[in-house]
């Protein structure tokens, strides 16, 4: 097994994680916790907006790793598929505003839909926004679901079909977002993460842990080390694969988000040191 991590160099944390805290508290104490990434969600910016948030992120220090998240292309009507494919675009233009190199894309179902339908929609809604963000330099990443969201949030539910999603766009501004919190009970997990690596795919790799019980399907994640993912393998299948960006600490949890956010954070570097 691969040694810990010996700081935080690539730490990165999601806004959502500490989501009582507003974009200006955040990245403030982010920047004085030695947090060194952050990937910031569209809700975080309503106030200041894209351009503004960007620049606040800079002035402390931190680097914006992706904007989260556009996607939720499968729809049953045609109406809804182009409103979609405008959002994405939008969406991408945030990111530009932002300076986000990265999206990350929740891929959408359809409720009632056949799944295979769901991911036909998905591959050509990613392909109708690809020369957008070519264009504007950002890259796209596909974040398969864990399976119990299939029903009417993401009908890509594997690494394996997100690389199917890569390989027939063929494009350098599209690749895949490995979540363990989705990814971990894939028996093929291994290989369709080296296979994302020698595609050149790899494009963010997400932490978490799943707790048992899990008492809410949105909000019940785990601190790593809480639960029963093995993280610091993953992380090893993902750096053997080539990976070497930053590690994202992305966590929706009402009750870690009841809790002193401060101390949590703490936490969060403790168990980045301990567990990943
Ligand atoms: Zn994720």
Redesign the pocket.
Known sequence: MIPPLMDFSRLCV?TVTTKPWGIEETVRRYSAAGVKGITIWREAFLDKGPAATGQLVRDHGLKVVSL?RGGFFAASSANRRAKAIDDNRHCIDEAAALGAPLV?LVCGAEPGQALGDSRKQISDGIAAVLPHAAAAKVRLAV?P?HPMYAGDRCAINTLGQAREICGRLNSPWIGV?V?V??TWWDDRLRDEIGACGRGGWLF?F?V?DWRLPTVDLLEDRGLMGEGCIPIREIREWVEGAGFTGFI?V?IFSRRLWAGDQAQYLESIKDAYLSRV
Do not use: F, G
Request: proline share 0%; aromatic share 8%.
């Open positions: 999601h989260c990350v974040e679901l977002a979540d919190y989705h963010a997400h978490s994202e992305e």
